[in-house]
């Protein structure tokens, strides 16, 4: 089935740029997700990127999609604390049903 | 407020002992999905519904059933739970209008535990 993967772990300074990446299998995916989960809460829509386009720009985040390489980045400027959280990349190739990566621990050190 | 609301928040059970996990939605959303988040496995679809009465498996269905009979409830029964269903569960929903592209909506979660 469809695959949706990414690095575990991620470390950065504060003020620094983090850059999470995803990969995915699934060529006919539409819509690419970034989801943000702080400790004890739900998952929240950060942004997601339709298939057709390269980049998404929304204030400090940064989404690159190479559908080439089925390979998704999400790049947070100016990092702060209160970006730790676990970031889930997800792919949609149907009506709503979203496949999830294992996610991404991001840890911002002040 | 819009949001979806998911009760209890933590359960701790015994195995064999039916439970149900209720979520509602007050977005008048069609989709509602539930997906359980284990460590190292990310979260995982269990069962969804495009619409009332209308409901299928996801990728991990076994164990669990749902049921739609209202818009905005899609409760979670694990009619004889097992140790191996100890989890975070969370409920979505989403408007459903598109193909892809719709927001979905999480609860808080449920952590429920299974000794």
């Known amino acids: 089935g469809e695959d949706v993967e990414q690095s575990l772990f991620l470390s950065v300074r504060e003020g620094d740029s983090s850059v999470i990446n995803c990969t995915y299998t699934d060529s006919s995916s539409t819509y690419l997700y970034w989801y943000k989960q702080e400790p004890g809460a739900g998952l929240q829509l950060l942004t997601y990127?339709?298939?057709?386009?390269d980049m998404k720009q929304d204030q400090r985040l940064t989404v690159l999609l190479n559908k080439k390489d089925k390979h998704l980045s999400l790049r947070i400027a100016d990092t702060q604390t209160g970006d730790s959280a676990i970031y889930f990349c997800a792919e949609s190739s149907g009506y709503s049903t979203l496949t999830f990566g294992k996610g991404t621990m991001l840890l911002v050190s002040p | 407020e819009a949001q979806v609301t998911q009760n209890p928040r933590y359960l701790i059970t015994v195995t064999g002992k039916k439970l149900t996990v209720t979520c509602s939605q007050n977005m008048n959303h069609e989709y509602m999905s539930w997906y359980r988040q284990d460590p190292g496995l990310g979260l995982r679809q269990i069962y969804y519904s495009m619409n009332v009465e209308v409901t299928d498996k996801g990728d991990v269905p076994e164990g669990y059933k749902v049921s739609r009979k209202e818009k905005r409830n899609f409760p979670l029964i694990l009619e004889s739970p097992s140790p191996n269903q100890t989890s975070l569960y969370f409920c979505?929903?989403?408007?459903?209008?598109?193909?892809?592209?719709?927001?979905?909506?999480f609860g808080p979660g449920t952590r429920l535990t299974v000794l």
């Open positions: 990127i339709f298939s057709n386009m």
């Open positions: 979505a929903s989403s408007p459903g209008t598109a193909r892809g592209g719709d927001t979905q909506y």
